[in-house]
């Protein structure tokens, strides 16, 4: 029998013990778009659907392990950046990404949890502005994530553009900056932005509150261009295919937030 051989993506990021968001989520991801699935845990969290109890770093060596595990054996075309808590953390993972040079860096800056839960010591901010947004091939916030990037308010579709133009300012290569916190009932609107220009695309807005979406369109994202994809059209699908999962979602926990449904999305071989 001939066996054959994947691509690889890796998550570095933190875990969810509730499995809807994080390593989990990213997990799940990468096996939906039938890509190998690597992690390097940067961070332990105690958290379910209502909220996040208790979050661990793990020492500094035990995470250069792991890079150093995932780099050494396996052919790893994308790279998703996800929970790096602390500006060390982040010193790490910056190292390891400039010494490894994957041809995909996705980063998405996680900051604060669905529940409210901050996830990023202050003197990480300025880490993942100056050492993560120069490597990141594509940073995936979302209007909260960008306005502490950018240290402003981000009230309007305007403001929105705007700000996708100066994300790519700060060193990263693209931008996908969701919509989903703007006011109103409509259309959900998302940009896509690179030296091309900015591109728009739209999704009904859903009458849910849901987990893990950000860290399940970063991972989609990682997939696909560790499948070959464009830099847009990894997004694009991307987005489609967090939509698709939000539409088959379902509540595991006595909240209402609801977890994205990986395997109802997968795509079609």
Not at 32 to 46: D, E, F, K, N, Y
Not at 57 to 85: N, S, T, W, Y
Request: hydrophobic share 50%; aromatic share 2%.
């Amino acid at each position: 029998m001939t066996v054959p051989s994947v691509v690889s993506a890796l998550t570095i990021a933190g875990s969810d013990s509730g499995g809807g968001a994080g390593i989990q989520a990213d997990l799940k991801t990468f096996a939906a778009h039938r890509v190998h699935g690597l992690s390097a845990i940067a961070a332990l969290t105690a958290q379910h659907t209502r909220g996040v109890t208790a979050v661990n770093v793990p020492p500094m060596d035990f995470l250069r392990a792991q890079l150093d595990a995932c780099f050494e054996d396996f052919d790893i075309r994308a790279v998703k950046l996800g929970m790096l808590a602390t500006a060390d953390v982040i010193g790490v993972v910056a190292e390891a990404v400039r010494a490894q040079r994957p041809a995909t860096v996705v980063v998405d800056p996680v900051m604060v949890a669905t529940s409210g839960a901050k996830l990023l010591e202050d003197s990480a901010l300025h880490a993942l502005r100056t050492l993560l947004l120069p490597l990141a091939d594509v940073v995936t916030p979302n209007l909260p994530e960008a306005e502490l990037l950018l240290g402003r308010a981000i009230p309007d579709a305007q403001a929105m553009r705007s700000a996708a133009n100066d994300l790519l300012a700060l060193g990263a290569r693209a931008v996908f900056l969701k919509g989903g916190h703007l006011p109103g009932d409509g259309d959900v609107v998302d940009l896509y932005a690179d030296a091309d220009g900015v591109t728009e695309t739209s999704h009904p807005r859903l009458s849910l509150e849901a987990h893990g979406t950000g860290c399940t369109l970063a991972s989609a994202i990682a997939a696909r261009r560790a499948q070959g994809l464009p830099m847009k059209d990894a997004c694009l699908a991307a987005s489609d295919y967090v939509h698709a999962a939000l539409r088959g979602g379902y509540r595991p926990g006595r909240s209402d937030i609801v977890v994205l449904d990986h395997v109802g999305a997968a795509p079609v071989a």
